[in-house]
């Protein structure tokens, strides 16, 4: 009898072109196909909750497949781990119902950059923070922060190239916190355009640099200019931290 069956899935993005299957690359949904297919033995479709770019990392991206497996559903995260690679790794797994979708359920989601400051780079975080030199403003940052949270048009933090019909976000809470060396922003909303929190990391960044004022962020909200927010930050810095799901 077939089943809906739901993966927790972590990973480090960084040998990855992306999550999403594309013809001639190596991608976390297409590996992950892979030992779905070879632990099931049927020809499964993968469906994504976030389609994160090369270079991303994730600790609970969301996926769910459709099985006719013996496996039980709250074993088939321990069957895939034995044959995945060491950089994913399906964290849990369990039996939802068949119209479960992991992109069309009421959630909050949750994504992290890290910014490491330091006199000179340190070769172990480039990988997984973006580097700067100089000692940003934290708090700065985190006052500014403030200025995304409710319901907004977010044009201006939208890269070209995107394919969204609206550009109304909900961003629930956004804050920035020092750990150690790092300034950490953390970012909930209801969904977010393409690159928009490398494009909101960089623009805090520029606060944090004293480029941009902390009061700054509703007017380049409301310009819906692309120009009037930071640079998008690199890749490898941004991590997919969860989807809390209203079940």
């Not at 077939?2 to 594309?22: E, F, M, N, P």
Request: with cysteine.
């Amino acid at each position: 009898m077939s089943k809906r069956v739901r993966l927790k899935i972590s990973y480090d993005g960084t040998a990855y072109h992306g999550w999403q299957i594309q013809d001639g690359q190596t991608t976390i949904e297409g590996v992950l196909t892979e030992a779905v297919r070879e632990a099931t033995g049927e020809e499964n479709e993968i469906i994504g909750a976030s389609r994160t770019d090369a270079g991303v990392h994730a600790l609970g991206n969301i996926a769910v497949f459709d099985t006719d497996s013996p496996i039980p559903a709250d074993k088939m995260y321990m069957v895939l781990n034995r044959l995945l690679p060491d950089d994913i790794s399906v964290v849990s797994s369990d039996e939802v119902t068949p119209d479960w979708h992991p992109r069309k359920q009421g959630c909050r989601k949750t994504y992290e950059y890290r910014i490491y400051m330091a006199p000179v780079r340190i070769p172990v975080k480039r990988l997984y923070a973006h580097y700067t030199y100089n000692d940003l403003d934290v708090a700065g940052m985190d006052r500014a922060a403030k200025g995304f949270i409710g319901e907004h048009d977010f044009t201006a933090f939208c890269a070209a190239g995107s394919q969204a019909t609206s550009f109304t976000r909900t961003i629930y809470d956004c804050s920035v916190r020092r750990e150690g060396s790092e300034a950490v922003i953390s970012v909930t909303g209801s969904g977010f355009l393409y690159n928009m929190v490398r494009i909101i990391a960089g623009t805090l960044m520029d606060v944090g640099l004293g480029r941009k004022e902390a009061g700054s962020i509703p007017g380049i909200i409301d310009s819906l200019d692309r120009r009037q927010a930071g640079p998008t930050l690199p890749a490898c810095g941004l991590t997919l931290i969860g989807y809390e799901y209203n079940e």
